[in-house]
């Protein structure tokens, strides 16, 4: 009988653990819409405040999608974006610091979710693997540092 009471224990620990309770609110659309040009709006407005049209954060989008196939589309924009500013970041150090701002800011969507949000985070981190140069490298840093406080 005690062992079966563990079980229990073990069990609803484990459902919460992985959000089985419901509590999770849903991607806000605009998350699931977004456009590359969204995202890098969006990332003008870095270090302040940014958020899409709508007022949701990059984070707030990353940690809310759950659904396979909402994050699978909501991947391939976050993906489109950073591919994007790395080629930019060759030739600028505001590219590096958007580059970094959306990496920090996935991050820390990811961080504050359990799943396959951790995969994106590590594809998005991937696109800052050339960077050259101390000045671009700092700008990233500065970047990913801010994204991680307040994407």
Not at 55 to 75: A, E, H, P, W
Not at 92 to 109: E, K, N, P, Q
């Amino acid at each position: 009988m005690r062992h079966v009471g563990r079980t229990g224990v073990v069990c609803v620990l484990a459902l919460l653990a992985f959000g089985g309770c419901g509590g999770r609110t849903p991607p806000a659309q605009a998350c699931i819409e977004a456009q590359p040009g969204d995202i890098m709006q969006a990332l003008t407005r870095a270090p302040r405040e940014v958020a899409l049209a709508d007022g949701t954060s990059l984070s707030q989008c990353v940690r809310r999608t759950i659904d396979d196939s909402r994050l699978q589309t909501l991947g391939a924009t976050l993906i489109a974006t950073a591919d994007e500013l790395a080629q930019r970041m060759h030739a600028s150090d505001d590219a590096a610091f958007r580059l970094g701002f959306l990496i920090g800011a996935v991050d820390r969507g990811a961080d504050q979710a359990a799943g396959l949000q951790e995969e994106l985070a590590n594809r998005i981190a991937g696109a800052a693997a050339g960077v050259q140069g101390d000045a671009r490298r700092a700008a990233l840093l500065r970047g990913r540092a801010a994204g991680r406080r307040g994407g």
